[in-house]
């Protein structure tokens, strides 16, 4: 069972281009996050999706973008990469809006911006 | 503000000893408050969920305890194994909703021979 995959796992950008995060889920999960994780802070929500079609901003959304086409896929789009974007970002999914169902998270991609 | 504060930030045990981490939280109103542990490179894991009518919830060697009134949670692991080795992080849900997670900074708990 994959649970929630990311890809790539690592990535060097130099400061304006451009990338995309790849995030899947096999656990038929409508709900999916982005998350970046910077040291010594706390995880902080990106973009958040409660189904195929429907997405919105979390706590720090600028300079990103998401989109939802189907169940399975959540990629996170990178414009114009900046320095304060390097972060390990972790993409999760559950079963439940709420709390009480745990977060599934992938592995990381661990973005470097120079 | 809603903050989840943990300590200590760090944490050296032997293995085969006890150790307790603490998170202590300002988020209102309550709903749950999970613990989840990250091994170095990998994705969080959940370790156990407490909802406000929970004092103590048990998974293996880990014990969590709630304390809703002082707004104290803590993690108790039982004779450590080095694949303890991670951090732990407390997970505070507000309003029952995913989106609105405050996640506490973790705890860095290290296991040596």
């Known amino acids: 069972n994959a649970g929630v995959t990311q890809t790539p796992k690592f990535r060097i950008l130099k400061i304006g281009q451009s990338m995309t995060l790849q995030c899947t889920q096999d656990m038929n999960h409508n709900y999916m996050y982005w998350y970046r994780q910077d040291p010594g802070m706390g995880l902080k929500l990106i973009y958040y999706s409660v189904g195929a079609g429907i997405t919105d901003k979390g706590e720090v959304p600028n300079g990103y973008n998401v989109s939802r086409s189907t169940t399975e896929d959540f990629p996170l789009r990178l414009e114009l990469a900046a320095p304060s974007q390097t972060s390990v970002y972790f993409c999760a999914s559950s079963y439940f809006p709420t709390g009480d169902s745990p977060l599934h998270f992938g592995n990381g991609t661990r973005l470097t911006v120079t | 503000k809603n903050q989840v504060e943990q300590s200590p930030q760090s944490l050296i045990i032997l293995e085969g000893k006890n150790c307790t981490l603490q998170?202590?939280?300002?988020?209102?109103?309550?709903?749950?408050l999970r613990w989840y542990k990250q091994d170095t490179g990998r994705g969080p894991v959940s370790l156990t969920i407490m909802t406000f009518s929970e004092n103590t919830k048990s998974n293996g060697r880990y014990t969590a305890t709630l304390d809703a009134d002082t707004k104290q949670s803590s993690l108790h692991i039982t004779a450590s194994q080095l694949s303890d080795s991670a951090s732990y992080i407390c997970v505070v849900s507000p309003t029952g909703t995913a989106s609105k997670l405050t996640f506490g900074t973790g705890t860095r708990l290290q296991v040596t021979l």
């Open positions: 998170c202590n939280y300002t988020v209102s109103p309550f709903s749950n």
